[in-house]
């Protein structure tokens, strides 16, 4: 079946960095565009980013833009999440997941949901 694992979660410093990454499997993952969200206790879910089946397209949140970088490798079935200058704001709990053909930030449009994992930004 179609599975969405996120990794590279943890706890860091205001001003520093992680890597996230989601890997996928059973489905032709070069076929699909990928989205990134997160979601902080007592909100909803928010759009982070977006990336295009080959790469060559990415989105952002206003919030994170140019201090995230999604990227891809469709040969490892893998998408990436750099995010640099983290800030106490930016503690959630991140997913990946696939995205309709379109782009599009609402969650109802994405579909495979990995588990997500935890991401805690300390002042």
């Known amino acids: 079946q179609v599975q969405l694992v996120e990794s590279g979660g943890g706890l860091v410093q205001a001003g520093g960095s992680l890597r996230l990454s989601c890997a996928a499997s059973?489905?032709?993952?070069?076929?699909?565009?990928t989205g990134w969200f997160r979601q902080a206790p007592g909100k909803g879910r928010e759009f982070v980013a977006r990336?295009?089946?080959?790469?060559?397209?990415?989105y952002y949140a206003d919030s994170v833009k140019g201090r995230f970088t999604i990227s891809r490798d469709n040969a490892k079935n893998t998408v990436y999440l750099q995010m640099n200058s983290l800030k106490p704001e930016d503690t959630a709990v991140y997913y990946c997941?696939?995205?309709?053909?379109?782009?599009?930030?609402?969650?109802?449009?994405?579909?495979?949901w990995g588990q997500g994992t935890q991401v805690t930004v300390s002042s």
């Open positions: 997941a696939r995205s309709s053909p379109y782009y599009t930030t609402n969650p109802s449009d994405y579909d495979n």
């Open positions: 059973g489905l032709t993952f070069s076929s699909y565009a």
């Open positions: 990336i295009s089946r080959s790469g060559s397209s990415t």
